[in-house]
């Protein structure tokens, strides 16, 4: 199964956008407001989904002013390894293409993986979490 992608274009550089990356406190305005990470290479995070699923993980990467990568487990369904969530920042003429992509669904160890790429396909639509940080960014920046 591909990857679950979404691209939004936000009318501001990509250093205006990375500063809504750059502390828990700014994460929650536009993620999750309850999240708790340690915003470095291998540090934790927990937060609710917004199916009340608690998701917790890792920084993997992080790359200022271009990328974010966390692991990404839904505690307590069954997941045996953790899938990915990856924003990645891309300067543009008008601004940034902010690109938000969850994969690894097929290594999740459950025979059900398919099931739930595709509720992560219809969630990305419904959240609008990209929306929510273009918000942020041209209305608190």
Request: cysteine-free; proline content about 6%.
């Amino acid at each position: 199964m591909p990857d679950i992608s979404r691209s939004l274009e936000i009318s501001a550089p990509p250093t205006t956008v990375w500063k809504w990356f750059t502390t828990q406190e700014m994460l929650r305005q536009w993620l999750r407001p309850d999240i708790v990470i340690d915003l470095v290479v291998g540090g934790d995070y927990r937060m609710l989904g917004s199916d009340g699923t608690t998701i917790s993980g890792v920084v993997l990467e992080l790359v200022p002013e271009k990328r974010l990568v966390l692991s990404w487990l839904e505690e307590g369904t069954g997941w045996k390894h953790p899938a990915r969530l990856v924003v990645e920042l891309e300067p543009t003429s008008g601004g940034t293409r902010a690109t938000l992509t969850h994969d690894g669904f097929a290594g999740i160890g459950t025979p059900g993986w398919q099931s739930t790429a595709e509720s992560y396909r219809r969630g990305l639509s419904t959240h609008r979490v990209l929306e929510g940080l273009a918000e942020v960014v041209q209305t608190r920046a």
